[in-house]
């Protein structure tokens, strides 16, 4: 054995405990210090490797352009004045702020007062050859229309059509509305009634920043706090909105989330194995019986017991967060969860080790005899249950996909840090207290034994059920699916829909939201993707519209002559008599918007029609913009819609690519499902190995694997009857389930080849109690994720909890059964070994205790103090 040959380790602890704790608090230390420079990198593009396309294509828009979308605010009180005397008070205001770090500032331009009168001229020089073909139908139909009306000369343009057709002009003229809108025909971002008026500025920084976003709005909310609106008018209200927000508080959430899950989670663990370690210290010492005077007394030192089994796990997240300093300098939305996991994780170690300690103890050992002799057995048994679960950890390092694999490295070492903490900090803490009397685990009294059936019961029968369950879980595990729609995983944001609402009279409810970005190089690389992706769009009808400076405002003289052609048809279609009757003034309007006959220069187009267009250093870009049609929350719309533009290729054998979020968000999902089915089966066979390494024996190693085998398909079996679903937050549980349900088969088998033939109802005694106990704490560790308000981190609670209550079942329940059908059919038989082996628990557990309480002259004395 192992751990046989090291048995100096446990003896030096014990001669010098206060060197080694001291030795543990100066690592803790530099780990904290260490530690202490890490920061939540909030950026979700950060997730992927940097050689992807999509992350590449959109740090170049960082780069260049800034935020693809726009911080919005809206100012409302009953004066329209007043509303903008404060918006000519914010635009400097807000332009002049500027970053804490580096002094750059927050936003690039901004959209407040347009040049109507040149707009209202020239605007359809301006559409796009499209929206151009859709006004002179949307008109020749109309002049139509008035012709067979039995009063053509009073009509509304946009009126609602009284013939058959009715439904499909109303959605052409609602077509052609916004075709106008987004011309800009309108001086002000104004509601219908005048009352709120928005302005929208552009920021440096991405979305996916989000560290630069919540920075940027709570200093956008100080400047417009310092501005005192009610001082414009009593009534005034002013909202800094706009989809840049949503990320920030999504984000902010999670971390009250986490953080209020992990307190809760490390308190109910320490109460939960506290009071079983004062359970059994009260039985150990009383027989079962209900003594006052010890009962207080163990009361009084449930503190110490909390010590010494949280500061050595404590001691070991300082050194994974120091490491976690040092390898990344930050964590990711995925790994800042970690501090919960490993906490529950790792004090299972503590369990084990300070549970047979206890036992040794209550034998008559010493305190070094005792601490030696769960070092050299227990300690094994929970080095390779730990060495199995960092391994499954570990394994996430084969992951492009970067929540994957910096969960995996800093999980793995914090469960080997966890581990080593156990097997080296504990025993000093345990020496240093038994010596100065904090502790005292020398039995005191005379146990009796009490004979009872070894069988255990209904084997056969419980092995056939479980089967039958087992077999029914698996013909529904096609059936669990997977959680696509990412507003599903969302709370309800009410500070973002409220200030969201702020902006509902102006902008109501647009389509173009979340567009994507094709940053070029040359303008004909400009006009070769828009047909490119135009093209796409006749083949799906997710790309809602494509636009590009170059074909609202051609610079190439063909270009130019094919739109002043275009011009001239339109007011041809202006002059005809029918339409001319309007008396709206609708015709007048559209009739200047199409007066252009000469080429405009660039330098003469008003800043707020090229902004779009414009990059961070003022210039005019090259870039193509892609809106998507509908609800992009969806997540295999996402990946649909980057598999349309994610690589647009041209005729000419150009290849480009478009940068988003939602395209980030797509290579996310997609290779979080490319590579989890993978994870989980390296996770698998590993364990698998490690299992047979262990035991040396191709049998062995099946049996102790058979109730994770099972858990995992009765884990799958839950998820399809209750509705649990696999989603973007939770697929990173999976390997972790499978490290932490193989422990109890494990634990389980190797006390029992050390009991040998009719021991099932003992190992399950004392080791299943052990194993339980350190299962319920996992379970009550992620458990605290369940009170998290966040559905994506509830998920990942549920999901934990289902799996390592599974394989717990199956551990209990199945596996003993199985155990006493393979040993009254002689499948299992072999020579019991002398000595024992990666013991877990009580070997004298079968008995039951009965105490007498003696007078302190009386008691046994130990027989080692040192």
């Given at each position: 054995m192992v751990f046989d040959r090291l048995r100096f380790i446990p003896r030096w602890i014990v001669a010098h405990p206060l060197l080694v704790v001291a030795l543990a608090l100066a690592l803790s230390v530099l780990g904290v210090w260490r530690a202490m420079d890490l920061r939540i990198d909030s950026n979700i593009i950060t997730l992927l490797p940097p050689e992807y396309t999509s992350v590449q294509a959109i740090t170049r828009l960082q780069e260049n352009v800034g935020a693809e979308t726009t911080v919005d605010v809206a100012i409302y009180s009953p004066s329209f004045e007043k509303n903008l005397a404060f918006a000519e008070a914010l635009v400097p205001a807000a332009m002049a702020m500027t970053q804490p770090a580096g002094g750059d500032p927050y936003f690039t331009r901004v959209d407040f007062r347009r040049d109507v009168r040149f707009v209202s001229e020239n605007a359809l020089y301006f559409a796009t050859f499209e929206e151009l073909d859709r006004l002179e139908r949307f008109l020749r139909e109309q002049a139509q229309q008035v012709r067979s009306a039995t009063d053509p000369l009073r009509m509304d343009l946009f009126g609602a059509a009284q013939d058959s057709a009715r439904a499909q002009r109303q959605r052409e003229g609602d077509q052609l509305r916004a075709d106008l809108a987004q011309l800009a025909l309108t001086e002000y971002f104004l509601s219908p009634d005048s009352t709120t008026l928005v302005v929208k500025f552009y920021p440096t920084g991405s979305q996916t920043d989000l560290a630069f976003v919540e920075r940027l709005y709570a200093d956008l909310d100080s400047t417009i706090a310092r501005l005192d609106p009610q001082s414009y008018d009593p009534n005034m209200e002013v909202t800094a909105a706009g989809r840049l927000l949503r990320q920030t508080i999504e984000v902010r959430s999670i971390t009250n989330d986490v953080r209020n899950s992990f307190g809760a989670g490390v308190l109910s663990v320490i109460l939960a194995v506290v009071l079983y370690f004062l359970y059994k210290s009260i039985q150990a010492k009383t027989g079962g019986r209900l003594v006052w005077r010890v009962v207080g007394s163990e009361l009084l030192r449930t503190p110490v017991t909390a010590l010494l089994l949280t500061v050595p796990l404590l001691i070991s997240l300082s050194w994974a967060g120091g490491v976690a300093g040092v390898a990344f300098g930050t964590l990711n939305l995925m790994t800042s969860t970690l501090g919960l996991v490993l906490f529950g994780?790792?004090?299972?170690?503590?369990?084990?080790?300070?549970?047979?300690?206890?036992?040794?103890?209550?034998?008559?050992?010493g305190v070094g005899a005792a601490v030696e002799e769960t070092f050299v057995s227990t300690g094994q048994g929970i080095a390779v249950s730990a060495l199995t679960t960092a391994s499954a950890l570990f394994v996430l390092q084969l992951a492009d996909f970067r929540g994957f694999s910096e969960f995996g490295l800093i999980g793995g070492l914090g469960i080997l840090f966890a581990v080593v903490s156990m097997l080296t900090v504990l025993?000093?803490?345990?020496?240093?207290?038994?010596?100065?009397?904090?502790?005292?685990?020398?039995?005191?009294g005379e146990a009796v034994t009490v004979d009872t059936d070894p069988r255990f019961p209904f084997a056969r029968t419980i092995v056939v059920v479980c089967l039958a369950v087992t077999v029914a879980c698996v013909i529904a595990i096609p059936k669990v699916s997977f959680e696509y729609n990412f507003s599903n995983l969302e709370p309800e944001y009410d500070e973002y829909y409220r200030r969201a609402e702020a902006l509902e009279p102006v902008f109501g409810q647009s389509e173009r939201r979340n567009p994507a970005y094709l940053l070029l190089d040359t303008p004909q690389a400009v006009q070769e993707v828009t047909e490119a992706v135009k093209s796409l769009s006749e083949q799906d009808s997710l790309i809602l519209a494509v636009e590009s400076l170059q074909e609202r405002f051609p610079t190439d003289s063909a270009g130019i002559a094919a739109k002043l052609i275009r011009l001239a048809d339109i007011r041809e279609v202006l002059n005809d008599p029918f339409l001319l009757a309007d008396t709206t003034g609708q015709i007048d309007r559209l009739r200047r918007a199409a007066s252009a006959t000469e080429p405009i220069p660039l330098d003469s187009v008003p800043a707020f029609l090229t902004r779009p267009f414009t990059t961070r250093s003022g210039e005019i870009g090259n870039f193509v913009i892609v809106f998507p049609r509908g609800n992009m929350a969806d997540g295999r719309r996402s990946i649909r819609f980057a598999e349309l533009i994610g690589q647009v290729s041209t005729p000419e054998g150009g290849e480009y690519y478009a940068a988003s979020t939602q395209l980030v968000a797509a290579d996310m999902l997609r290779l979080?499902?490319?590579?989890?089915?993978?994870?989980?089966?390296?996770?698998?066979?590993?364990?698998?190995?490690?299992?047979?390494?262990?035991?040396r024996s191709l049998k062995w190693t099946f049996v102790a694997v058979m109730p994770l085998m099972i858990g995992l398909s009765w884990m799958l079996g839950m998820m399809e009857l209750f509705g649990v679903q696999l989603t973007f937050y939770n697929l990173v549980v999976l390997p972790t389930v499978l490290g932490i349900g193989n422990d109890g088969g494990v634990h389980l088998t190797h006390?029992?080849?050390?009991?040998?033939?009719?021991?099932?109802?003992?190992?399950?005694?004392s080791t299943g109690e052990h194993v339980t106990m350190g299962a319920l704490t996992n379970l009550v560790g992620f458990g605290g994720l369940l009170l998290s308000s966040h559905p994506g981190l509830r998920s990942i609670g549920v999901l934990a909890v289902v799996g390592i209550g599974g394989t717990l079942a199956a551990t209990l329940v199945f596996y003993p059964a199985l155990l006493q059908v393979l040993e009254d059919n002689h499948w299992l038989d072999r020579t019991r070994k002398r000595r024992r082996?990666?013991?877990?628990?009580?070997?004298?557990?079968?008995?039951?205790?009965?105490?007498?309480?003696?007078?302190?002259?009386?008691?046994?004395?130990p027989t080692d103090r040192s």
């Open positions: 994780l790792g004090i299972d170690y503590g369990i084990h080790f300070y549970a047979r300690y206890a036992e040794e103890r209550g034998l008559g050992r025993p000093a803490l345990l020496a240093i207290a038994e010596r100065t009397g904090a502790l005292d685990l020398q039995l005191r979080m499902q490319e590579e989890s089915p993978l994870m989980v089966g390296v996770t698998f066979l590993l364990v698998f190995l490690l299992v047979y390494v262990s035991f006390r029992y080849r050390e009991e040998g033939r009719g021991s099932v109802r003992r190992v399950l005694r082996q990666y013991d877990l628990g009580d070997p004298e557990a079968i008995r039951r205790p009965s105490f007498k309480l003696r007078p302190t002259s009386e008691r046994a004395q």
